[in-house]
């Protein structure tokens, strides 16, 4: 995805090669202005009015972050449309109302648009991070995540290109959103137990969920629970697991070891 200015151009369907290198080479010549603009340089509108000149039978689609989206209703209505302020992970594309220039842009060489939400773009960038180690900031992962959700599908024949552009992300974003993708792919749970309250009660725990294979990554006492027997105190603990129904057989040791999970928190698997 290339995020230049207000929009996002997504999917570039029946394409060649995949590289962008390769067709900006396959293109090469054909994206300069013509005189009297001899003397400007190459921008975004350029290389995509070149495709479709080029390549007629290109699909291009764009998409916008579903919390900050003018373009559809625009285009519906052949104007710029406003929408209220908001915030998203996107914030690169992230405009209230589309540029005139801009929309007549769009609406000549774009040929769809779509919106995702922000739980799909964040997904998309742990995606593109762990799997095609491209670190891309929420702009830059629409497109990815348009084709995840389905909101846009590949073409049924040629090459299908999510253009991914833009890695402005920063360090603290980037660790919540690692995070947040372990916990709701069951790497990273949180755990609550109990213990007798007694020398050696929190070891036998450790030991045991050390030998179901977890880590632990924190751990706490919880003494002020009124529900709990005076001979025991309770244990919250934050686990890494390997995912793939690793909780369960975890409960299960804790259950077998006397130290049954009063609360175990896994997040439901999504998409990505």
């Given amino acids: 995805m290339t995020s230049v ?24 010549g054909r994206a300069e202005r013509p005189a009297p603009l001899a003397q400007a340089r190459d921008d ?9 000149l080029a390549r ?16 559809i209703a625009s285009l519906r209505e052949h104007r710029p449309i406003p929408v209220p302020a908001a915030a998203t992970i996107a914030d690169g594309i992230a405009i209230k109302r589309p540029g005139e220039l801009t929309l007549g842009l769009i609406e000549r060489w774009v040929d769809d648009f779509v919106a995702v939400d922000d739980d799909a773009i964040a997904e998309a960038m742990v995606l593109l ?23 846009v599908r590949p073409a049924p024949q040629g090459v299908t290109v999510a253009i991914v552009s833009g890695g402005n992300l920063d360090a603290n974003v980037l660790a919540r959103l690692i995070t947040r993708r372990e916990t709701r792919a069951g790497r990273r749970v949180r ?24 880590n632990v990554i924190e751990l706490s006492h919880v003494r002020d629970d009124a529900t709990l ?18 909780a369960d057989a975890l409960a299960a040791r804790l259950e ?17």
Avoid: Y
């Fill in 129 to 151: 991070l762990e799997r095609g180690k491209l670190l891309a900031e929420g702009a830059g992962a629409v497109t990815t995540a348009a084709l995840l959700t389905g909101a």
């Fill in 191 to 214: 755990l609550q137990t109990r213990v007798p309250d007694r020398p050696g009660g929190l070891a036998g725990l450790l030991e045991t969920v050390a030998a179901a294979g977890a």
């Fill in 5 to 28: 200015g207000q929009t996002a151009v997504a999917a570039v369907e029946a394409m060649v090669n995949a590289h962008s290198h390769a067709f900006q080479v396959d293109l090469r």
């Fill in 44 to 52: 975004f509108w350029t290389w995509r009015m070149a495709i479709k």
């Fill in 256 to 272: 077998a070891a006397g130290n049954p999970p009063l609360q175990l928190q896994v997040p439901s698997p999504t998409h990505g």
């Fill in 229 to 246: 027997p005076l001979a025991e105190t309770g244990v919250e603990l934050l686990l890494e697991l390997r995912g793939d129904g690793h």
């Fill in 56 to 71: 007629p039978e290109v699909r291009v689609t764009g998409v916008q972050a579903a919390a900050c989206a003018p373009f």
